[in-house]
């Protein structure tokens, strides 16, 4: 009989634990008919019971094919469409490019000026004046 309670009382925290995490991570519009703190309270005080009320009762259930395209429920009409990664959206990779192509012309800029001192400093060291040369527009 001991066995018995043991087990009743592991399937009661297990059932616990899956309650809470899915209640904490449910999204705001998924939690139904009480706050999602109040349903924490509920499953944290009474376990078995609150746990169980929490599946049948307090989340918004998935649709049978479990929300993927086969079943007909479409991810956009309950979220704006985004891209899922930064490297799929145009506006970022356009964003990096312009940045990027910013910061190579200023080093490139840099480079060039740093060239033209070292070639005046080496031609005062060897007597020549230095020369003017036109300076190329980038």
Not at 45 to 52: H, N, Q, T
Not at 56 to 83: D, I, N, V, Y
């Amino acid at each position: 009989m001991a066995r018995l309670y043991i087990l009743f009382f592991l399937v009661q925290v297990v059932l616990a634990v899956c309650a809470l995490i899915s209640c904490l991570s449910a999204e705001d519009d998924d939690v139904r008919h009480l706050p999602r703190i109040a349903w924490v309270l509920i499953i944290l005080f009474f376990p078995l019971v609150g746990s169980i009320a929490w599946f049948l009762a307090g989340r918004q259930r998935k649709p049978a094919g479990g929300g993927t395209w086969a079943s007909g429920a479409r991810p956009a009409e309950r979220r704006p469409a985004r891209p899922l990664a930064p490297d799929d959206d145009p506006e970022f990779l356009r964003a990096i490019e312009e940045r990027s192509r910013k910061d190579d012309q200023e080093l490139f800029r840099r480079w060039e000026e740093d060239l033209r001192k070292r070639e005046d400093d080496l031609r005062r060291r060897e007597g020549d004046p230095p020369r003017e040369e036109p300076r190329p527009e980038v």
